[in-house]
């Protein structure tokens, strides 16, 4: 996300809308948790089709695993996309672009709800994590201006737990509404939801200029820095960890006796461990430092996802285990976030908003691999997943401590 709003650099402020004439207002201030209802509606839409996967599978005439390939498509269209939307919208201002971000998600949701193809449902994916690109990192740093300097953290807690809240409560009621009333259904409720939050900014958000351009060359330039160099494969490969079966939900919480009905409270179990795991990472960063709290994550992330393979392999029935080990898989997919950006910012420091955006690309990016790879391992059953989900865990640790000594 986009934090910085001074103007340090031509990077920096390219970050950030500009200044506007007059400071932030109460009603102003007001205006955050709508925008951080549009970044809810953005992290539902992200993973909402995991939820419903073997449903839409069937109706479309495709398998679970080619199927899964629809959440590759957003995650690596939204990684691929965000700088270069960045780019090309920094002069346009904040209002138009926040409400033809959010409206484009809502057409594009429109689109996937009805897509009479799996190939049109793909395109559709496409279009909205582009919307949703658009969206994200400029909600935040709108949200930061308008509460001010004496506010800007705790505004940016709001906005960024728009996303989080969507993976404890969006996936799980996305799931619900797609049993009640079908897949097509629970993402025309998204599209609403993202159309009715763009009313909302186009009535209320007050007129926020743009800002300068900046290549996209000069964008990414930080890359030349080793330490940022070894800090953002660790995001991908972390998350890949994390979602290698995110995406495969229902057949592999099947596995571990979880009936399709139930699905949803396993899914509020890991989306709690999200929310908690994000919480207390970032306040153990600060006291213990990244590289502690990342180790514990990925022994934590391999324990759950471990622990769920074993009870597939066994054949085992143990529902409250399940509970359990989800929270763990939760927690240790989402902890991993607060110490990567503290590792990137320290390595960085000059470039932050930069470094936080493109660590937000590595996110997308180690979902989307971990979609295709549980897509290939998804013949070999759900043990399988689990087990190779749980190992690179393993891996992620042992690279973290392989790159430590060039940045912390």
Same mark, same amino acid.
């Given at each position: 996300m986009n934090i910085s709003l001074r103007r340090e650099s031509p990077a920096a402020a390219a970050a950030a809308p500009a200044a506007a004439t007059t400071g932030p207002t109460p009603s102003r201030t007001g205006l955050v948790p709508v925008l951080a209802l549009g970044t809810f509606a953005v992290g539902t839409d992200a993973f909402v089709v995991a939820g419903f996967l073997p449903d839409l599978a069937a109706d479309l005439g495709v398998s679970t695993a080619a199927a899964g390939q629809a959440v590759t498509a957003f995650a690596a269209a939204y990684a691929l996309l965000s700088p270069v939307l960045a780019t090309l919208t920094a002069r346009v201002p904040r209002r138009t672009l926040l409400v033809a971000a959010l409206t484009g998600l809502g057409v594009a949701n429109l689109a996937t709800a009805l897509a009479p193809t799996f190939a049109a449902l793909i395109v559709a994916r496409v279009a909205a994590a582009g919307a949703a690109a658009a969206f994200t990192p400029n909600a935040g740093a709108v949200a930061a201006f308008l509460a001010g300097p004496e506010r800007r953290a705790r505004a940016l807690a709001v906005v960024v737990g728009g996303l989080t809240v969507a993976t404890a409560l969006g996936v799980p009621l996305g799931d619900v509404a797609g049993e009640l009333t079908g897949w097509r259904w629970a993402l025309a409720a998204v599209a609403a939801l993202a159309l009715l939050t763009a009313a909302a900014l186009a009535l209320l958000l007050p007129a926020l200029p743009g800002n300068p351009a900046v290549p996209l060359r000069e964008r990414l330039a930080v890359l030349r820095r080793p330490a940022v160099r070894a800090v953002l494969p660790l995001t991908v490969l972390g998350m890949t960890a994390a979602y290698t079966v995110y995406a495969y939900s229902v057949p592999v919480l099947a596995a571990v006796g979880v009936g399709e009905s139930d699905t949803a409270w *396993?899914?509020?179990? $890991?989306?709690?461990? @999200? =929310? #908690?795991?994000? %919480? @207390?990472?970032? $306040? @153990?960063?600060?006291?213990?430092?990244? =590289?502690? *709290? #990342?180790?514990?994550? $990925? #022994? =934590? %992330?391999?324990?759950?996802?471990?622990?769920?393979? #074993?009870?597939?392999?066994?054949?085992?029935?143990?529902?409250? %285990? +399940?509970?359990? %080990?989800? +929270?763990?898989w939760g927690a240790g997919s989402w902890c991993q976030t607060p110490p990567q950006q503290h590792r990137l910012i320290a390595a960085a420091p000059q470039g932050a908003p930069l470094v936080v955006a493109l660590n937000s690309s590595a996110i997308y990016a180690g979902i989307g691999s971990g979609t295709v790879l549980g897509g290939l391992t998804a013949h070999a059953g759900a043990a399988t997943m689990y087990a190779t989900a749980a190992a690179l865990a393993a891996v992620a640790a042992a690279c973290l401590f392989a790159t430590v000594g060039r940045t912390r």
């Open positions: *396993v899914l509020s179990l $890991y989306g709690l461990g @999200a =929310v #908690l795991g994000n %919480l @207390a990472s970032g $306040y @153990a960063t600060d006291r213990f430092g990244p =590289v502690r *709290v #990342l180790s514990t994550g $990925y #022994l =934590v %992330l391999a324990a759950g996802l471990g622990g769920l393979g #074993l009870l597939a392999a066994s054949g085992t029935r143990a529902p409250a %285990l +399940v509970g359990l %080990l989800a +929270v763990a």
